[in-house]
């Protein structure tokens, strides 16, 4: 076995959690490494904030401390800012949300200290003005997230462009970002047709109960559907640089 060493480190974290003590000669034969490599594989876990402790001696031993009841997160210091800069960008997309907040709170409380200056300083140089037409609820993401991981329906309020309302029952494909707008893909099965929506013209959205044979998306991906004869007959374009949109309850 060659482990590259970050699959090592995490392979010896996994071996620490199981509980016990694990001697060096036992983490290295598991591992199919050197003792000597086992010491500094234990020695980058404690830099990622994580309380390995070594028993001395010929029989050297290493446990994770029993007073730790969560692990920090293992994330490189890069990651971290990936993970903080996107928070950023969903908090501009939920204004009215407060759990893009909430999960910066919790993710300080997890990550070791130098990693949680990282997220600190990531977190004051970043900011993200509010986005033409936002206002999604994380609420109506969530449930298209579930339908689709499911096989599931959901049924929901739009109201077109013109404001005329209509009730949806659907199969969601995937919700996407173009020109500034969120959009469902979705099939309409009232309907028995593709469609797109915007999602902030959805609302009372709610899943409905049962497991269905998705219908197959008829392209290869939505970003061709979307210049295809079929797309746009689908759904006429809003304007310029945005992607079509369905067009009344019909």
Known sequence: MDLDPTTRTLTMLTLLRSGGEWTAADLAERLGASIRTVRRDAQRLRRLGYAVEARPGPGSAYRLSPEVALPPLLFTADEVTAVVAGLHLIRAWFPQEAVASSALLKLDQVLPRPLRRRAAATDLATEVLEQPGAGLAAATVGAIADAVASDGRVRFRYADRNGRPSTRLVEPYRHFLRAGQWYLVAFDVDRDDWRTFRLDRVSDIAAVA?????????????????????????????????????????
């Open 210 to 250: 049962g497991t269905y044979q998705p219908h197959e998306f008829p392209d290869e991906s939505i970003e061709h559907w979307l210049t295809t004869d079929f797309g746009r007959a689908s759904a006429p374009s809003p304007g310029p640089g945005a992607p079509p949109e369905q067009q009344g309850p019909g």
